[in-house]
């Protein structure tokens, strides 16, 4: 097949002064901050569904983007066109990673789940042999366990040890492809793992059965040599009411239960914790500090919507103390995908192009705006001296655990009255965090 998106130039970094619409801005792949490049900080992946399938199509009508790539939709032809278009596409791009679910790559045969197996052999080996010679490689895989009828009713939390059997197989697949494609990470979303009533529920039955598949995935993942990461993506509903990964600190502690958070970590997703009424930096720092921040679906969501619009990344604030985080973190083990859609009416290929080219530049700016926030330093400077009671004292003593509750209490006691804590200084740091920004 020839060039598909055939106006559209490689984009190049211009710097912020372009006004070339096929430019970044921001991000430049080789530069090198805070010691390491940006293409090294920021690992950028491409979603399959979104951006080689999602045509538009919502409940109140039909796609109004044309994804065909001139070849009939739901063919293995077609699963093809989508493997060119999607490398062409990542070229021009410089995006080195892409994220599926097993039925974004091919047609998903209903009657017989063998067929569906040969179709992702077929199809994987022609990734490879278009990526052959590239640095395009596969940043995760997982298992689609929410849009075949059979999971209505869950599918590690099914009531049927039938479709049980059916989660088992997509993932033993799916675990292999991962393998076979070089993928860094394994991500279980639960979708359909959840309930609509308790009436018709019985929670710790479910949870324990979701938690006994993950350690077969785990065990079977390992014992073909799967090296990387697997990830749970917390979201707390849609489609279900309510979904047992509501958000991080809920699934770490599921994780951590089950003896599983040595081989998980979280995979975050800004319009996620929106949902679960967090902000995305606060699910990054729960994941943070817990050692479990592993990888991001870049995304957002719209304040005004309680639903998962998965629009294209654009908040510069947001964006910066997302990547303060992963600073922090000293990077992550999976990337930043995409997991966004252009919105219905962005409906033409450069509109792809614009989307992808926004959510690059908006890291990348966040990502230089973090690493000045932390050169700064007076907001860490300002976080260390809040707790500086404990330096000394008493406070030295409660660190280090030497002391008891009688003796802290005699020291109350003695003291009538404590001193002021001190001023938070919000507004002081929010001023800085501006100047930062849109200051210099
Ligand atoms: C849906 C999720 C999904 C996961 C992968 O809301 O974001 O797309 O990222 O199954
Ligand atoms: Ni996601
Ligand atoms: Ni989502």
Known sequence: MGEIFKNIPEIK??????????????????????????SEHLP????????LSATGADMFGAGTTDKSFGVKPGTMEHAKAKVDAGIEFMKKLGIKYYCFHDVDLIPECSEDINVTNERLDEITDYI????KGTDIKCLWATANMFSNPRFMNGAGSTNSAEVYCFAAAQIKKVLELTVKLGGRGYVFWGGREGYETLLNTDVKFEQ??????MKMAVEYGRSIGFKGTFFIEPKPKEPMKHQYDFDAATSIAFLKEHGLDKDFKMNIEANHATLAGHTF??????????GMLGSVDANTGDPMLGWDTDEFPHNAYDTTLAMYE???????????????KSRRPSNTYEDMFYSFILGMDVFALGLIKAAELIEDGRIEKFVEE?????????GKKILERSTTLSELSDYA????????????RQEYLQSILNDILFGR
Request: without cysteine.
């Open 326 to 340: 992963i600073l922090k973190n000293g990077g992550l083990d999976g990337g930043l995908n995409f997991d966004s």
């Open 208 to 213: 324990e059965n979701i938690a006994n598949l």
């Open 44 to 51: 950028f992946a491409m979603a399959w569904w979104h951006n």
């Open 281 to 290: 930096q606060h699910e990054l720092r729960i994941s943070r500090v817990n």
């Open 413 to 424: 006691l003695k003291l009538k009255k404590p001193s002021s804590p001190g001023s938070g």
């Open 128 to 131: 490879l042999e278009k990526t």
């Open 386 to 394: 809040k707790y500086a009671s404990y330096n000394e004292g008493i």
């Open 13 to 38: 970094f211009e710097g912020k002064e372009s006004k070339n619409p096929f430019s970044f801005r921001y991000y430049d792949a080789d530069r090198v901050i805070m010691g390491k490049k940006m």
